[in-house]
């Protein structure tokens, strides 16, 4: 189960594809992570699932992440006493706290944190996007609107204010129950939906307290304002285009997008690509030449992994799905062009003397003799230095840790397995050689580029960089290291 390329898939579970066997089959045509939509669904259905994937998991041999997603605050107009109303351009109308049903004349916005943010002037959006209106008179219970654009409008539809901070805990009372229900279940990463600012980021980070990896959702434009703050506190970052493109303008977006990817490529934080990557799947067995190419730009601008929603979890063809999206990202790996792209843009060395050394590691492993690298990390950090350098060679990151090797299944470039850990500098190079020949990514008499740090075990303490070949004539050894390799 090695990958014939270095950006990950993640793909959304739901009814059209939660069943053991879909998800096997998933794994099995490329899936990397499986996202759990708290947006929809039961408790009992995302538990089904999760089992599902640990199945996969040890069927396989290969270590899945999970993701679970939060919904975050959905912010939703009232009810209307009619099916829908008009709201043709020129139509003004109020919006008040008053939970009695609408007309045409006025609706409940039942957000009064809403109207306490609102200026005079200040862009409304509703429906993603489809009636567009502008605010004239505001106090803190009422607005009156003037539509913009726009034709219809029904019950509870979205609300969106892009040009406001809306002062509103991106934890809803929800997302804190799904949270812990998550935590228990022991998924692998956490996302927050509607992150606004880095103190969003940080409540979720003192709650989860290390039981999971942290993942920002960029979908505000007041997210891409404060982002190095949010990426102080990210393990990593979603380009969450549906959103994010509903309050910023089209053309817009693949600029947000490109901007958030190389913030998260100089911190060496994944970053994932989102929504409709292959929308047309939903319903067709193909995907459109535009979309392929939406596939391919993401792969070349170097993000760690690509994410399939309604595609996967409600589309009719959640298999080819991702076996075309596999397809594509193999495709553009074995361009010629690609390896320069991936060169172009290294990030700055901290103050780490390990940046130094994985910055070496990277150019010593170009040598055409080596086969490829292995890195030996506890917590994963030494591992996503590597991937933050984009080495063109397999790079086998060997952890002690199950909820390490998991989480690493989201970055770019890595083979994430569980090795035992290191007690001396010979067991090191047995082992890593062994785990190297096992897995297939060395031949006999292959170079091999071993990465650590010692003292064993200690986080964030890369400090060994050695040399191997593997031996013309071995198998692999009877010891402890090959037994846990053979079992995972």
């Known amino acids: 189960m090695q990958r014939a390329r270095r950006a990950r898939i993640v793909a959304t579970l739901g009814p059209a594809s939660r069943a053991p066997g879909t998800v096997k089959a998933l794994a099995q045509a490329g899936v990397d992570v499986f996202r759990l939509n708290f947006s929809h669904g039961s408790h009992d259905d995302h538990a089904a699932a999760f089992k599902a994937v640990r199945g996969a998991e040890m069927a396989l041999k290969r270590p899945l992440g999970v993701l679970a997603d939060l919904q975050g605050p959905k912010l939703r107009l009232g009810r209307f006493a009619d099916v829908e109303i008009e709201v043709k351009p020129g139509h003004t109308m109020r919006f008040d706290l008053n939970p009695a049903l609408g007309d045409e004349t006025r609706v409940q916005m039942p957000h009064p944190e809403i109207f306490k943010a609102l200026r005079p002037g200040m862009l409304l959006l509703l429906d993603d996007g489809r009636v567009r209106l502008r605010v004239g008179e505001r106090t803190d219970e009422w607005c009156d609107v003037t539509v913009e654009s726009g034709s219809k409008l029904s019950d509870r539809k979205g609300v969106a204010v892009p ?202 492993a170009e040598a055409s003799s080596t086969a490829c690298m292995v890195v030996f990390t506890t917590l994963g950090g030494t591992a996503r230095r590597m991937s933050r350098e984009r080495p063109l060679q397999p790079v086998l990151a060997l952890t002690p840790k199950p909820e390490t090797a998991r989480r690493l299944a989201l970055v770019w470039g890595l083979e994430p397995r569980l090795g035992d850990q290191p007690t001396s500098l010979e067991g090191l190079t047995d082992d890593a050689v062994e785990a190297a020949m096992l897995y297939g990514l060395a031949e006999p008499g292959q170079r091999i580029l071993i990465l650590a740090g010692t003292p064993f075990g200690a986080p964030g303490a890369a400090n060994l960089l050695r040399l191997a070949h593997a031996p013309a004539h071995a198998a692999p050894r009877s010891g402890q290291g090959a037994k846990r390799a053979r079992r995972t």
């Open 163 to 364: 040009e406001a901070v809306i002062p509103v805990s991106a934890l809803t009372p929800k997302d804190r129950e799904d949270l812990a229900f998550a935590l228990r279940l022991g998924v692998d990463w956490v996302a927050l939906s509607f992150v606004q600012k880095a103190e969003d980021m940080a409540e979720l980070k003192q709650i989860v307290d290390g039981q999971a990896a942290c993942l920002a959702k960029i979908e505000k434009p007041q997210a891409l304002n404060d982002l190095e703050s949010i990426l102080d506190y990210c393990d990593g970052v979603m380009v969450a285009r549906g959103d994010l493109g509903v309050e910023m303008d089209p053309e817009e977006v693949p600029v947000a997008q490109k901007k958030i990817l190389r913030a998260a490529r100089q911190r060496g934080v994944p970053a994932i690509v989102a929504t409709q990557m292959l929308e047309s799947m939903t319903s067709a067995p193909a995907p459109t030449r535009a979309e392929a190419s939406d596939v391919a730009n993401a792969v070349y601008e170097g993000a760690d992994a690509l994410m399939l929603s309604a595609e996967t979890a409600a589309g009719d063809y959640p298999l080819e799905a991702v076996t075309i999206m596999n397809r594509i990202m193999e495709r553009v790996e074995r361009d010629p062009l690609w390896p320069g792209l991936m060169d172009a843009d290294h990030a700055g060395m901290d103050i780490h003397d390990v940046d130094a050394l994985v910055a070496a590691a990277r150019k010593a």
